[in-house]
């Protein structure tokens, strides 16, 4: 066993008690809505692993929802699982329906829902107001009804159109299961990479002060307010989820909370903005989607450009020498070109933190997320989630090395 780890045998965790999560709800405060979720998991954790859902009770939960939303006949058809991912459950089907905005029509759309316990609690709520937000400024799929809180459906779900689109070159018929490390090739790697930057800068700058995201919690700007939730937020996901003591995690828990930055501007943050979560056409190379905008809230746009940037994330170019971000373009291209497309400096110091929060979230999730969800069977993608452990010393040591440059 090496030095400064130390293993459960008992853990409270696996069945938490009310003590417990009051605790952790005191020790870190955080949005109220991800306080919600994060609560709710805990109060859920010592239920039963996950059931197999079927497309039978998806279906039928689909259609009571629509019984009660909608005014006309419709149909239900050609439902289907969608693959890909390691979060949420999917479903593709036809709804032929009277659409308010176009009449009588045929619509390709999908449910989005939790499984029992995620690698990332979310909100459906949240994703589904920041949607609507951004439609038509950037490619984001429509959304239509949304189940915070499982009223119709066994967990929270949404439902929206299906997106168009390959998240990697068809030429690539293997590889990594989130997207990581991509390499798209010369052609379309300079159709793709400045839309990259162009619509992450738009992401950023749009003005959500007058969009209607009431599930979202807006930090005061010149104060320290917007990382402090987030550092509170992935501090008491390690210490709901963890496994075993590690004193890096401690080091690092210790550095952030020294550094904490002040916020200059509000932006959305899309919270995990990367290659594997959009969709392109291939033939054309233009995007077609932006995805998984899960994590998604108000704050730092530096933590967005912290999350993009990392090596773990990216690939070198064909020369060997260039490092290319997101296998997309070399770093100080991306941040010329974002600074220029958004017309906001990016501070070296703000990213330097962000980059630090960022892998130790990265480490949460793997060493600590992962690892509880496998070890008590609460995903229908366990044998998905158990893969993304194998990261977890790789991203440990890039937290220690970005630790190492600064202590």
């Known amino acids: 066993m090496s030095a400064g780890r130390k293993v459960n045998t008992f853990d409270i965790r696996d069945t938490p008690t009310s003590e417990f999560v009051e605790a952790l709800r005191r020790r870190y405060p955080i949005e109220p809505e991800i306080d919600r979720l994060l609560t709710r998991k805990m109060e859920r954790r010592s239920g039963p692993s996950y059931s197999m859902v079927s497309l ?3 279906s039928g939960s689909l259609i009571a929802l629509l019984k ?14 969608l693959a890909g991912g390691a979060s949420k459950l999917q479903m593709r089907f036809t709804l032929r329906w009277n659409d308010p905005t176009l009449g009588r029509t045929i619509s390709d759309l999908v449910v989005r829902m ?4 995620s690698i990332n609690a979310s909100s459906r709520l949240r994703e589904f107001e920041l949607l609507r937000a951004l439609e038509g ?3 984001v799929p429509k959304m239509y009804w949304v189940d915070p809180d499982g009223k119709w459906f066994p967990e929270p779900a949404l439902i929206y159109a299906f997106a168009n689109g390959v998240a990697k070159p068809t030429s690539i018929v293997s590889g990594s299961v989130t997207g990581i490390g991509t390499n798209f090739g010369p052609r379309l790697r300079q159709m793709l990479g400045p839309q990259f930057v162009d619509y992450l800068a738009k992401i950023h700058t749009f003005d959500h002060e007058g969009a209607h995201l009431e599930s979202f919690s807006r930090p005061e700007i010149g104060t320290t307010e917007s990382a402090q939730l987030q550092i509170n937020r992935t501090l008491r996901v390690w210490e709901e989820d963890r496994g075993e003591e590690f004193a890096l995690m401690d080091v690092a828990a210790s550095w952030l909370a020294r550094n904490v930055p002040t916020l200059d501007r509000a932006s959305v943050v899309h919270g995990d903005y990367r290659a594997g979560n959009f969709l392109f ?14 994590r998604a809230y108000i704050g730092d746009r530096h933590r967005d450009l912290a999350w993009s940037t990392a090596r773990v994330i990216g690939h070198m170019a064909e020369d060997g020498k260039t490092y290319l971000i997101c296998g997309l373009m070399p770093l100080e291209e991306f941040y010329d070109r974002y600074q220029e497309a958004s017309g906001l400096e990016i501070d070296p110091v703000k990213l330097h933190f962000y980059e630090v929060l960022n892998r130790y979230q990265q480490v949460t999730t793997v060493l600590g997320t992962a690892y509880r969800v ?18 977890a010393y790789l991203l440990a040591e890039e937290l220690r090395s970005a630790l190492e440059e600064v202590l």
């Open 137 to 139: 400024l950037v490619p």
């Open 56 to 58: 039978e009770v998806l």
């Open 374 to 391: 496998v070890r008590l069977g609460k995903s229908h993608q366990n044998i998905v989630v158990a893969r993304l452990q194998t990261a």
């Open 114 to 117: 939790e499984p029992s316990e």
């Open 281 to 294: 056409d291939e033939a054309s190379g233009a995007f077609t989607a932006v995805l998984d905008w899960e």
């Open 68 to 81: 009660d939303t909608l005014q006309d006949d419709f149909e239900v058809s050609d439902q289907c699982w």
